[in-house]
C-alpha cells in the first residue's frame, strides 16, 4: 500500500485490466499521474484499444492519441521569469498570477491508425501539430 498518494504500476496495470473488460469507450489521462508513468499509460491504452486523450503534447510525442493541452515549455519559460524577478528582490506577491493561454491540438495519426480511428481531417487541419 502506498501512503503518499501515489499509484504504482500494478495498480495502473489493474486499472486498465478493469477499463478493458468493462469496455470502457475513451479515456482522459489528467496531468496529475507522475511522470515517470507515461510511457506505461500509453502502452497500456494501446494494449487495452482504449483511444485516450492526454494533458501534454509530450505524451502524443510518446505515442498517445491526442492532448488538447497548455504548452508546457512556454509555461516552463514564465516560471524562469517570476524566479528571476523574486531572485532580483521582487515580492512575490506583488508578481500577477499568469493564467496558460497559448493551447495546442497535437495528434498522433499512427496511434489512431492503431485502434482502428480515422481522425477527420477537418479535425487535422485545426491540430498544431500531427505525428505520422
Do not use: C, H
Amino acid at each position: 500500500m502506498l501512503l503518499d498518494g501515489t499509484i504504482d504500476e500494478a495498480q495502473y496495470r489493474s486499472a486498465f485490466a478493469t477499463m478493458e473488460r468493462d469496455r470502457v469507450d475513451a479515456l482522459f489521462v489528467s496531468g496529475e499521474n507522475p511522470w515517470g508513468y507515461n510511457q506505461l499509460i500509453v502502452a497500456l491504452a494501446a494494449k487495452s484499444r482504449i483511444p485516450a486523450i492526454y494533458q501534454f503534447r509530450e505524451i502524443v510525442a510518446l505515442g498517445g492519441l491526442m492532448a488538447n493541452a497548455f504548452d508546457l515549455a512556454d509555461s516552463w519559460r514564465k516560471l524562469a521569469d517570476v524566479t528571476v524577478q523574486i531572485l532580483k528582490g521582487a515580492n512575490p506577491g506583488d508578481i500577477p498570477i499568469d493564467q496558460a493561454t497559448k493551447y495546442e491540438l497535437v495528434i498522433n495519426v499512427k496511434a489512431a491508425k492503431a485502434l482502428g480511428l480515422e481522425i477527420p481531417p477537418s479535425l487535422l487541419l485545426r491540430a498544431d501539430e500531427v505525428f505520422e
